[in-house]
Nanobody, 126 residues
Framework: QVQLVESGGGVVQVGGSLRLSCAGS????????MGWFRQTPGKDRKGVAN???????NYARSVKGRFTISQDNAKNTLYLQMNSLKPEDTATYYC????????????????????WGQGTQVTVSS
């Protein structure tokens, strides 16, 4: 029932910035954990950042200090602000939602999320 649509990807030079958006609809539960993940061809999808219903945020060590996850409940939109981009940030980025409460130790693991967007491509060129 929940549908997620990412946007905002593109090509940016090393050191540049992008803001990804994820528009959600069809919500049927009171609590969700939201996350951003990324994947490159032939590799597993990995967690980048996540935010719980209480506003608690977590970041992968590779992006901590450079990326910021946030949400606008009025607009039903999740954001990922990406600064100081590096070539290794190149990937397809996905937003995801997990129903109810998701223990913090599980929030970087794709298999615990219930709904996924179609992905948006981010390419960081040097």
């Amino acid at each position: 029932q929940v549908q997620l649509v990412e946007s905002g990807g593109g090509v940016v030079q090393v050191g540049g910035s992008l803001r990804l958006s994820c528009a959600g609809s069809g919500w049927e539960h009171d609590r969700y954990c939201m996350g951003w993940f990324r994947q490159t061809p032939g590799k597993d999808r990995k967690g980048v950042a996540n935010i719980d219903s209480d506003g608690t945020t977590n970041y992968a060590r590779s992006v901590k200090g450079r990326f910021t996850i946030s949400q606008d409940n009025a607009k039903n939109t999740l954001y990922l602000q990406m600064n100081s981009l590096k070539p290794e940030d190149t990937a397809t980025y996905y937003c995801a939602a997990a129903r109810g409460h998701l223990w913090v130790g599980f929030r970087f693991l794709p298999r615990y999320y219930d709904y996924w967007g179609q992905g948006t491509q981010v390419t960081v060129s040097s």
